[in-house]
Structure formats: C-alpha cells, structure tokens
C-alpha cells in the first residue's frame, strides 16, 4: 500500500503537467525579482503557479479514480517484471538437474498462475475474487519454493555418497512429488474459479478458498520439514564424507 501511495502521490504532484507550469512560474519571478520587479514577469509567474496549482486540483477531483487505476496497474505490471526474472532464473537453473519434470511442473505453474489472473479480471466478480486470487500467488509460490528445495537437494546429492546420497536423493524426489501435486491442486482451482466466474457464483467462491487454503497448508509442511531435515545432526556431517 506504501508503495501504491507514492505511486498516486507523484501522479498528483510530479506529473509535468502540473510541474513545469509551476516552474516557469517560479523561474519568472526569480527573472522578475532579479530585474528589479518586472510587472510582466510578476503576471508571467503568477499565471504560472496558478495554472499548476490549478492542474492539480482537477486532477485531483475530477481524475483521481483513473489516476490510482493507473497507478495500480503500474504496480502490478512491475511486480509481474520482478517475479518473471526470478521465475526466468529458476528455469534455468532446473535445466542444469536434467529432469524435464522439474521444467514442465514450472511451465504449468507459470501457464496456471496466469489463468487465474485473468479470470479474475471477469466483470462482476473482481472484487469478490480478491482472496483467491491472493490464496492461488500463495499456493503458486509455495510451489516454486518446493521446486527451490528439489534443486537445492539434487545439488547436495552431488557432493555425496553412499547411503547419504540415496538420502538427499529420496528427500528430492519427495519435495518434486509435492510440487507436483501442488501444481495439481493449482490446475483444479483454475478450473472451478472458470466455472465460477461463468455462472457468477458467489457461494462457490468460499468453497475454493478452503480447498486453497487446505493445499496452502499441504505445501507450507515441505518448508518445515526442509527446514528439519537441516537442522539434523547429521545435516553437516553429509558434506564431511
């Protein structure tokens, strides 16, 4: 919301249009007062100031509602940029593992995440669909962060050997499993929030945020478990053999 905020302020405030009349303003007088008070330039500068002062009022009434669409279609649209690089990056590190599921599970999220997002955007449900499409970033990125645990796994099954390496290899295959089927419950969402929006639905839409909210849960345990097998005493001792 801060950033949202400053988005819509410097529309209101830094937008050239209400900017550069204020300078010229500004600039007329300071032309005005070093020339000893120059009538033509006090006008100039008053005009000035007032047209930018005056922009900015109507702005303000009259435009303010398109001013925060803008604003907040700016925010998403670099948020979008900033989460497709990192995505940009997972995929070419999972091309380095070999395994083309790991690929294909993160081409399905990134096909799925979309499609929820534009369904979204149907008219007459966007507000209402405001939780599951939070719900549905939620459970995409838990996705991606069991994808993270699988790569991070299959590294560390390089550097082992032995019984340790069949660990951190079966750990592996659990947490691309659990990706997988995370990306499942995604693609299911996908499809009843489509036939939501279709039949326009409400009471639906609270029955898909509880089997969201269930697969969230589901997908939040791979962390918690990555994060105890780590903490294992005999987590180090992998890297001593």
């Known amino acids: 919301m801060d950033d949202l905020r400053k988005r819509i302020i ?3 405030f830094v937008a050239p249009s209400v900017v550069l009349p204020i300078v010229g303003g500004a600039t007329a007088w300071l032309l005005s007062w070093a020339g000893g008070g120059i009538d033509w330039l006090n006008g100039a500068g008053l005009a000035g100031v007032l047209v930018g002062i005056g922009w900015f009022a109507t702005r ?3 435009q303010i509602d398109a001013i925060t669409e803008k604003a907040m279609r700016d925010q ?3 948020r979008i940029r900033r ?3 990192k995505l940009d990056d997972l995929a070419r590190r999972l091309a380095a593992d070999r395994d083309p599921r790991t690929e294909d599970c993160l ?6 995440r979309a499609e929820i997002e534009r369904i979204a955007q149907t008219p007459g449900i966007q507000m209402r669909s405001i939780g599951v499409v939070q719900q549905s970033r939620e459970l995409f990125w838990a996705a991606i962060d069991q994808l993270e645990q699988s790569l991070k796994l299959h590294h560390l099954s390089g550097q082992l050997s032995g019984p340790s390496r069949r660990e951190a290899m079966e750990q ?6 659990e990706a997988i089927e995370s990306t499942s419950h995604l693609r299911n969402a996908v499809g009843i929030f489509q036939n939501i929006a279709e039949k326009n639905q409400e009471r639906d839409i609270d029955a898909l945020q509880r089997e969201l909210s269930d697969s969230i849960e589901a997908a939040k345990r791979s962390d918690e478990r990555m994060r105890e097998f780590e903490s294992a005493p005999d987590y180090e001792s992998f890297f001593k053999e």
Do not use: P
Not at 107 to 112: A, E, F, G, S
Not at 172 to 177: C, G, N, T
């Open 10 to 12: 410097n529309e209101l």
């Open 60 to 62: 303000f009434i009259f």
């Open 76 to 78: 998403v649209a670099d």
């Open 83 to 85: 989460e497709e690089a």
């Open 107 to 112: 081409k399905v999220l990134r096909i799925h």
């Open 172 to 177: 592996r295959e659990r947490f691309l499993s």
